[in-house]
């Protein structure tokens, strides 16, 4: 029997679970909607469908690193304590060695790729584990890293996860310089790597700020450019990496300690777990509410 997209749309509608899931349930089933559902049911996907609409703003960050390949990746679960589950360690681990040797673009075409190249999708192996573990789970994004065999990756995981951290360094191939750099990263968050990384409206943008302070504190304006361009300064240094102190020894700049090792930062990544997101909010009554009602 022929399977339609409409046929596959309902089947994801009643079940949450996946397109490619949904299409080969109805392959396997001949069509049959009913028997679908209860092929997915006995898979646990479905059951991993429901959970769709929950709160997964907890999780870990975990890196990767192939020769001259590294990924940093954050997935993301409810609570914090399935990322103690040593499930949910095998998938941080089996997801990392999948997305470094088939270097997917994006979220959406990793999820579509056969694990490892064989098998079962990314996206089906995810919800085998979120329907033995019982919550949502979801790769949340994911940075690739490639560099040469005369530069260096850095990897750091602050908090068991919760902070991680990759760098790659040109010039050096130390990989202990480069793990300094990222422990520096993970603890200061700096968001460009230099000040000429700085989009030039955002540069304007904080200038025009500083001049109007300046002249609202009642500084005379011959001098208030010399003024705003050394509190651009203190600028730069909050938010540029070279600039800053190192956590290491605060009276050198990040940018002496690399230039010192004969290397030069060439890229990082920083993810802190559910940065952006919004937060679960447990409401026991709630909670308790809905679980009578059952």
Do not use: W
Request: glycine share 8%; proline share 2%.
């Amino acid at each position: 029997m022929a399977i339609t997209a409409k046929m596959v749309k309902e089947l994801r509608e009643k079940t949450g679970a996946g397109m490619m899931d949904c299409k080969k349930a109805l392959q396997e089933t001949d069509g049959n909607i009913d028997k679908a559902i209860d092929f997915l049911r006995e898979k646990g996907i479905a059951k991993a469908g429901k959970k769709a609409d929950r709160i997964a703003a907890e999780g870990a960050t975990y890196v990767e690193i192939d020769n001259n390949t590294a990924v940093l990746l954050e997935v993301n679960c409810e609570t914090d304590f399935v990322t103690k589950n040593d499930q949910f360690k095998k998938l941080l681990a089996e997801l990392g060695k999948h997305i470094v040797k088939q270097k997917p673009n994006d979220v959406e075409e990793a999820l579509q790729q056969p694990l490892h190249g064989e098998g079962d999708t990314l996206e089906t192996y995810i919800k085998s584990v979120v329907a033995t573990i019982g919550e949502k789970i979801s790769l949340r994004r994911f940075t690739l890293l490639n560099k040469t065999d005369n530069d260096a990756f850095g990897a750091y995981l602050h908090m068991g996860g919760r902070i991680g951290v990759l760098t790659m360094l040109e010039g050096t191939t130390d990989e202990n310089v480069a793990k300094d750099v990222a422990m520096h990263t993970a603890a200061v968050n700096p968001r460009y790597i230099s000040r000429d990384d700085v989009p030039s409206e955002e540069v304007d943008r904080e200038r025009e700020v500083l001049k109007t302070q300046a002249l609202n504190e009642g500084k005379p304006e011959n001098i208030v450019e010399k003024m705003v361009e050394g509190r651009l300064g203190k600028f730069f240094e909050e938010i540029c990496l070279l600039e800053q102190n190192f956590v290491k020894d605060p009276d050198m700049k990040v940018k002496k300690f690399v230039a010192d090792k004969g290397a030069t930062v060439k890229s990082f990544a920083r993810y802190e777990v559910g940065e952006g997101m919004e937060k679960r909010e447990d409401n026991f009554a709630e909670e308790v509410m809905n679980q009578m009602k059952k």
